[in-house]
């Protein structure tokens, strides 16, 4: 019997579910992305999204300092530090895959760039969720938000090494 048949959601039940725990057992075995893997990501989600390079690169910095496996406090995921509720919206099944991670987090902050047609509000919108940015009229009153945002252009301007990803400092 054809499972998948049965609803056009069975689907999901053949696919694993990714938890913290799952991801940290699948990531011990995993190679680590390099500068030259990152510099390849980024330009295909630049070139996909019409984003610039330097503010995916700050963005990804900002999140996770490139590390695809990591897991927030709050339970965002990967190098773009995306949500499970986001990932469901935006189709992203693992979070650790980091060209999937990197795609899906430039298409959610090019959503946010034509929902409010500004980056300032586009990077709020990215770290705050656009809800907040629509309650407060602006960037929130809130200091990591005010700080992510500054940390991110504050970022686009600084070199990369010598392969063209992201300087690790």
Not at 75 to 84: C, S, T
Not at 127 to 136: L, M, S
């Amino acid at each position: 019997m054809d499972v998948a048949a049965l609803s056009p959601h069975a689907w999901l039940l053949l696919r694993p579910m990714v938890t913290p725990e799952l991801a940290r057992a699948m990531r011990s075995g995993k190679a680590k992305t390099t500068a030259e893997d990152w510099k390849r990501i980024i330009s295909k989600a630049s070139a996909a999204y019409g984003l610039p390079e330097d503010l995916i690169s700050a963005i990804i910095y900002a999140e996770s300092r490139f590390q695809a496996d990591a897991v927030s406090p709050r339970g965002a995921q990967g190098a773009m530090q995306i949500m499970p509720g986001t990932q469901k919206h935006l189709g992203l099944y693992d979070p650790y895959d980091a060209e999937a991670n990197v795609m899906a987090g430039c298409a959610y902050l090019k959503e946010q760039l034509i929902a409010f047609g500004d980056l300032d509000l586009a990077l709020a919108a990215y770290n705050a969720g656009p809800g907040n940015v629509k309650k407060y009229g602006g960037v929130p009153p809130f200091s990591e938000t005010v700080s992510y945002v500054r940390q991110v252009n504050a970022r686009r301007s600084r070199p990369t090494d010598k392969a063209g990803g992201p300087r690790h400092e």
